[in-house]
């Protein structure tokens, strides 16, 4: 058995059917952080906080509590499943500006691990 891609820790570029997920704000005001990258390099909309924009896949993180964001990783969980064709690079969401630490990020993605084209960050 193969290793599992990891996401790299700076993504400039993607490939065509690569897509960058990032944590937003459910208002969708992309003014910092990967958010920003997101909307400046890879199509994130401005006042669109959730799902899929251009190369890019939103998730909410900036709301609450680490429970506040499991439902938006599950719905993305789900849709990435409806979407074989892309591949979808989970960069280290709720763990920059939102302050969460990978240990309370990373097991909201623990069903991602059986999903072959969700690619997570090294140690998630």
């Not at 509590?65 to 599950?74: A, H, K, L, N, Q």
Request: charged share 20%.
């Amino acid at each position: 058995m193969s290793a599992k891609r990891t996401t790299p820790e700076r993504i400039t570029s993607l490939a065509e059917n690569e897509v960058f997920v990032f944590g937003s704000n459910l208002g969708g005001q992309h003014g910092g952080g990967a958010a920003r990258l997101a909307f400046e390099r890879f199509g994130a909309e401005w006042g669109k906080g959730v799902g899929l924009y251009g190369q890019t896949y939103a998730i909410p993180t900036m709301q609450g509590g680490v429970e506040t964001i499991r439902p938006y990783v599950d719905n993305f969980i789900a849709f990435a499943k409806t979407r074989p064709d892309l591949t979808f690079l989970v960069t280290r969401i709720g763990c920059g500006i939102a302050g969460f630490r990978d240990e309370e990020i990373a097991p909201l993605f623990a069903a991602a691990h059986d999903v072959d084209n969700i690619v997570l960050p090294a140690g998630w």
